[in-house]
């Protein structure tokens, strides 16, 4: 079968698309045929050395996937062959990728596809989507009626994070670059876009909040908490979780004050049992057409290397060049 994979780390040009053997199903897991794959930033980390992953080589690169069920491992329970399913979190702690013709995966790692989604629309939703519930169910517990600021609400994660967030019924603030991004995060449902580069954050936020937002997400590698902190309400939360090597300044006085409290967290660290529920939550959103994909640009799998140098031009070298996910399909 053919698959993009790397025997080594390094640039996206290290990435080979070759022949691979078929993949075969243990007790516990599914054979996929693989409908799309999505890229994410830590694809990028991961095949570029930055982030030490134990690899198995070759090794296939991807987190994200969405296809369809050709065969089951024996202890396999809850689905069948031809079940359209996705998931994400493979390519990671040891685990072989997705980027591949067919792929095998746990079932504690696969959900099913609501029938309203195609297979691109599930797999570019499915890392950012499971890393908006997450950070706003378990760790800032966003509560219905409040304010949620989205910084970067055009990007893969801000995306998700406004329309999780409107679902659950917040007043959300986004942040974007352009016009154009500006209008991606009102379509997405934004209550209020700022454009951070020609508006005052603080100053809209002042005019649009009695006392702050409820909760600031940040998606920023280089988070600017003088400026974020002051945003926040009593008793506000913070969300951080981009920036391996950040160690911005840190107000502490104004912070702690107002009983504020901030939470980090690596999505692929959840538990499988987490990550299902989340799962279930996004699988009702997107049925019930409060979740969509926010796709800017395909590209077919033979072409993976050229999918991550453009990750990469945008997640390391802030090219600007992407608006959204970036979906491949073999
Ligand atoms: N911890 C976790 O579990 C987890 C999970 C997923 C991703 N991540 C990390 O989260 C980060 C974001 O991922 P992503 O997939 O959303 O990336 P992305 O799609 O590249 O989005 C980043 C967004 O940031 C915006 N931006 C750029 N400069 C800005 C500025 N000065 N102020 C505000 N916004 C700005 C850009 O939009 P504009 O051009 O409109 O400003 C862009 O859309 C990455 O570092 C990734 O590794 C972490």
Redesign the pocket.
Known sequence: MKAAFITETGPPSKITFGELPEAVPKATELLIEVGAVAV???DTYIRGGMIPMPLPLPFVVGCDFAGTIRSLGSEVRGFKVGDRVWGSNQGLLGRQGTFAERITVDQSFCYQTPQNCSDEDIAALA??CI?AHLGLCQRALLRRGETLLV??G?????SAVIQIGKAMGAKVIA????DE?AAICQSLGADVVIN?KSEDVGAVVARKTAQGVDIFWE???HPDFNASIDLLAENGRMVV???RDAQPPFPVGPFYVKGCSLHG???FKASAADQEKCAADIANWIENGHIRANIGKRFPLSEAAKAHELQEA??IH?A?T?HGKIVLTP
Do not use: D, E, W
């Open positions: 994410n930033p830590i890392l950012v890393t910084n970067g055009a990007g893969g994660v801000g942040t974007a670059g352009s991004r951070h998606t920023q590698r979780m981009a920036g967290f690596a999505m945008n997640t802030s600007g992407l």
